[in-house]
Each structure stands twice: as structure tokens, then as C-alpha cells.
T-cell receptor, first 110, second 114 residues
Framework: GQQVMQIPQYQHVQEGEDFTTYCNSS?????IQWYKQRPGGHPVFLIQ?????EVKKQKRLTFQFGEAKKNSSLHITATQTTDVGTYFC??????????FGPGTRLSVLP | ETGVTQTPRHLVMGMTNKKSLKCEQH?????MYWYKQSAKKPLELMFV???????ENNSVPSRFSPECPNSSHLFLHLHTLQPEDSALYLC?????????????FGPGTRLTVT
């Protein structure tokens, strides 16, 4: 079945440093979504990517969908303490299966 | 955010108890989902309802029984649970069921099975 992996599992950064998490799927995805879950909170939708090679930006966040539509990345520039949380990717494959990755937990040291 | 509400927020139950989790969405969505989130596992999709019909059941044990009486309400009935069922149970909704629609999550019910 479809598997979605994320690396790294944990990331500790100093405030102001950049951060990147990578999402890799075992199968080709029709689209991919990114969610953020703050400690003690619930996942909140960030963005959806659909097209091969697509790049979208939200302020300091840059999302990219790979050319083969099997991987994606989220890059945060100049992290802030408000960026703390777990970032999940979730992908739809063409078999209509929807699977979340295990997430990358980001901590930001002030 | 009050788009998706869940009750109770915390639940402690014994293995012989029967309880129900409730989810309500106020977003006018047509699809609702139950997820299980354990400490060291990815979010696991348990059930999907689209227009009140169950469209997905990911090999969930029969001790979990979902019910969707209308497009705004979703229940998860629990009976004879095991300690390994302790987890955060999240409800979500989306405009339609299927690919391409973002999901809105509720705050979750933290379940502890003793």
C-alpha cells in the first residue's frame, strides 16, 4: 500500500535559522497537502499542491511538489517561536487513498 | 476555531465500558472523517463518510463503530476497548469526500482505556 515518509523526524533550530522538512511517497501522488499541528492542538491545513514542480509561498513558508509527484518539501525561512509544532504532509494517490506522513516535529530555541 | 467540535474532550473508560464520541461540524461540509493519533504513529484514517454514507473503513476493529446520522454529525461508538486503543481521536470534515479538498479538524478527544 501507499507509504508516506518524512525526514527529519525531529528538528531543533535556533530562532532565525531556516528549516526544511521533506516528504516522500512510495507511489505517485495526485496532490499533496501540508498541515501544522501545534503542541496540544489539532492539525490545521496549510496548503495543497497539485501540479508537477509546483512551488507555492506563504510569507516565510515555501512549499514544493516534485517533478515526479512523489516528493514534496516545506521550507521555513528565518524561523520564529510561533513556528513550533509538527508539520505533516498528506497525499492522495490515484487509487483514492489518503495517507498522512509521520510528521516532522520542529522546536525553535529563542 | 469552532468549525468542528468534539465532545468529550477527555475520556477515561474501562475495558468493559461502552461510550460514544461525538463530532459536529458547522461548515456545511458533506464529508466527515475519524482519525486515530497515537504517540508514535502517523495519523491513521479510520472511517470516511461522504453524504452520510460510509465510503472507507480502513480495517478498523469492530469494537469501533461509526455512525453518521446526517452530514453535520458523526459518532464513534466504543465498546470493549483495549489499552492500546488509548489515543487522541480526531474528527475532520471537508467540503466533499475525495481528493483535492482540505480537511478541517476538531480539537480531538483524548481517550484513555484502563
Amino acid at each position: 500500500g501507499q507509504q508516506v515518509m518524512q525526514i527529519p523526524q525531529y528538528q531543533h533550530v535556533q530562532e532565525g535559522e531556516d528549516f526544511t522538512t521533506y516528504c516522500n511517497s512510495s507511489t505517485t501522488l495526485s496532490n499533496i497537502q501540508w498541515y501544522k499541528q501545534r503542541p496540544g492542538g489539532h492539525p490545521v491545513f496549510l496548503i495543497q499542491l497539485v501540479k508537477s514542480g509546483e512551488v507555492k509561498k506563504q510569507k516565510r513558508l515555501t512549499f514544493q511538489f516534485g517533478e515526479a509527484k512523489k516528493n514534496s518539501s516545506l521550507h521555513i525561512t528565518a524561523t520564529q517561536t510561533t513556528d513550533v509544532g509538527t508539520y505533516f504532509c498528506a497525499g492522495w494517490d490515484y487509487g483514492q487513498n489518503f495517507v498522512f506522513g509521520p510528521g516532522t516535529r520542529l522546536s525553535v530555541l529563542p | 476555531e469552532t468549525g468542528v467540535t468534539q465532545t468529550p474532550r477527555h475520556l477515561v473508560m474501562g475495558m468493559t465500558n461502552k461510550k460514544s464520541l461525538k463530532c459536529e461540524q458547522h461548515l456545511g461540509h458533506n464529508a466527515m472523517y475519524w482519525y486515530k493519533q497515537s504517540a508514535k504513529k502517523p495519523l491513521e484514517l479510520m472511517f470516511v463518510y461522504s453524504l452520510e454514507e460510509r465510503v472507507e473503513n480502513n480495517s478498523v476493529p469492530s469494537r469501533f463503530s461509526p455512525e453518521c446520522p446526517n452530514s453535520s454529525h458523526l459518532f464513534l461508538h466504543l465498546h470493549t476497548l483495549q489499552p492500546e486503543d488509548s489515543a487522541l481521536y480526531l474528527c475532520a470534515s471537508s467540503q466533499e469526500g475525495g481528493l483535492g479538498y482540505e480537511q478541517y479538524f476538531g480539537p480531538g478527544t483524548r481517550l484513555t482505556v484502563t
